[in-house]
């Protein structure tokens, strides 16, 4: 036992004075931007805790809006300033365009072969390509509209229930549900149940998938520890692959035997069955390349919508008088004679400002999907090698009190007469991404959240159960890849509308 310990300290001393020598070296090669200097063998690790864009927004505040550090032996870059982000999303795209391998990406996404994870080359532009064309085109999303509104109507009615017999709703879960519900209707052609994905449901799996995709992995930033599993991230991720990868293999089974059907509407697994069985996709199109874009298509429609959601109505609770103002121009587009249809959507100017700030101040993803540098480049007279690792801190951008006044206030004026859109040209908002790498589910994803807002806010009053002010509910993040609420928002609806469904809410109670 004695001896192992002197071994590993041996090899420890011995890697400590290769990194001390390489990194003499590079500092004399390259002409890094500044940063925090970093430990021996860990580089910056020990400077970050569990709300990584948090720490690191405080680090760059001294060190800048581009800012160098080290996870063990990889090189990071955080991108702090929409200048920054601009830089590495617009003017060097392409050579920032890849992902940087991870457990996540091995074990969960299928060796990287989904869009998110995905290596940029030849098999990633295929799979985009066959994405945007055939997938998540605007004619198949508006082939689902009917099913959205469906789905919507059946969560008002819920919450008109609960409205009649002055309860609680848990509005966290109710959200998570829908998207399940909408997410499996589009993607797989039915509704599971919680149960058949796994016993602790798709909100609780997912959620975990995120968090630990975004947990830096020491075994990953320190390889020679990677054996031991410090962390237990490698185990945790192998069990969370066997739970997806038994789901995908049930719900492709179901499609082979249900393939001589005639559907209405085909769901976008039947899609990709069927270019899977005509062998047209110019690349390798088999069942693994399959069950890795529903596994983008899951994650994507099922957690990301409900999040912003959930944060920007618990805004909303927070500030009556911005939601008492949505309510009015509501009143006026819609009028109080029945729900919101997605027709209205494009009127309804003050939900887009509520939603751009929304996404200001609680990004979906605090820190996008990791870049990687594909080759060497210099930005701003700075050196980045190949293989660096890109974090662009979209929480920070949004809490930059010279592009915000007053950035911790949730106010949507501020955008009035802005020009600043959602879909990653304007580099001050950014919570789709930009370039090469941005969200391509953005057009159904703004639909899903403005439509489901526009309900809750049009159809109920709320407040908060036990007395609770508005000033006084919790805030609190749960850092992952997609950034959650710490705590489920529970509140009480009340009636806003009389004859919301078709039926008086006499008639209901």
Not at 84 to 94: R, S
Not at 288 to 311: E, Q
């Amino acid at each position: 036992m004695a001896s192992i310990f002197l071994q590993v300290l041996a090899l420890l001393a011995v890697l400590y004075i290769l990194q001390e020598l390489h990194n003499k070296f590079m500092k004399k090669k390259k002409k890094l931007h500044p940063g925090p200097k970093g430990l021996p063998i860990i580089g910056n690790l020990h400077m970050i805790g569990k709300n990584v864009h948090q720490d690191l927004h405080k680090i760059a505040k001294r060190y800048g809006p581009i800012m160098s550090m080290r996870f063990g032996v990889v090189p990071i870059i955080v991108a702090s300033s929409p200048h920054a982000a601009e830089q590495f999303l617009k003017n060097h795209d392409l050579v920032f365009a890849s992902r940087p391998d991870n457990k996540a990406a091995q074990f969960i996404a299928y060796n990287q072969r989904n869009i998110t994870f995905g290596k940029y080359g030849p098999y990633w532009r295929n799979i985009r390509k066959l994405c945007t064309l055939e997938l998540l085109s605007t004619l198949k999303i508006n082939s689902f509209q009917a099913m959205r509104k469906q789905e919507v109507t059946n969560f008002v009615t819920f919450i008109n229930q609960a409205a009649s017999n002055g309860v609680e709703v848990d509005v966290s879960a109710k959200l998570a549900s829908l998207n399940a519900n909408m997410a499996c209707l589009m993607v797989f052609g039915k509704k599971y149940v919680d149960d058949e994905f796994d016993e602790r449901g798709f909100k609780d799996v997912i959620q975990e998938t995120l968090i630990l995709a975004a947990t830096p992995n020491i075994g990953e930033f320190i390889p020679f520890l990677d054996v031991f599993d410090l962390q237990g991230l490698t185990r945790r991720m192998k069990k969370l692959a066997k739970i997806f990868d038994d789901f995908f293999e049930r719900v492709i089974d179901e499609h082979v035997h249900d393939s001589k059907e005639e559907k209405q509407t085909k769901d976008i697994v039947d899609t990709m069955m069927n270019i899977m069985q005509s062998g047209k996709a110019e690349f390798e199109f088999d069942r693994r390349n399959v069950k890795a874009i529903m596994l983008d298509l899951l994650i994507a429609s099922m957690d990301t919508s409900s999040t912003a959601i959930d944060w920007i109505f618990s805004e909303l609770i927070r500030h009556p008088k911005v939601m008492k103002k949505l309510q009015n121009e509501l009143n006026e587009v819609v009028g109080m004679n029945r729900m919101v249809e997605e027709s209205d959507l494009e009127k309804l100017v003050y939900l887009d400002m509520v939603i751009k700030e929304g996404f200001r101040i609680h990004p979906i993803a605090p820190l996008l999907v990791p870049h990687e540098s594909i080759e060497d480049c210099t930005i701003d007279g700075f050196d980045i090698p190949k293989g660096t690792r890109i974090l662009v801190n979209t929480w920070a951008i949004g809490r930059d009190p010279e592009i915000w006044p007053e950035p911790e206030k949730f106010m949507p004026e501020r955008f009035v007469g802005s020009n600043i859109d959602l879909r990653g040209r304007d580099f001050q908002l950014l919570p789709f991404g930009s370039g090469r790498r941005s969200c391509l589910g953005l057009q159904l994803g703004l639909t899903i959240v403005r439509l489901v807002l526009a309900q809750l806010v049009h159809c109920f009053d709320w407040e908060l159960p036990n007395d609770m002010k508005p000033n006084d509910l919790d805030m609190t993040e749960k850092f992952g890849l997609v950034m959650a609420r710490a705590q489920h928002l529970r509140a009480i609806p009340t009636h806003r509308l009389e004859n919301i469904l078709g039926i008086s809410n006499e008639q209901v109670e």
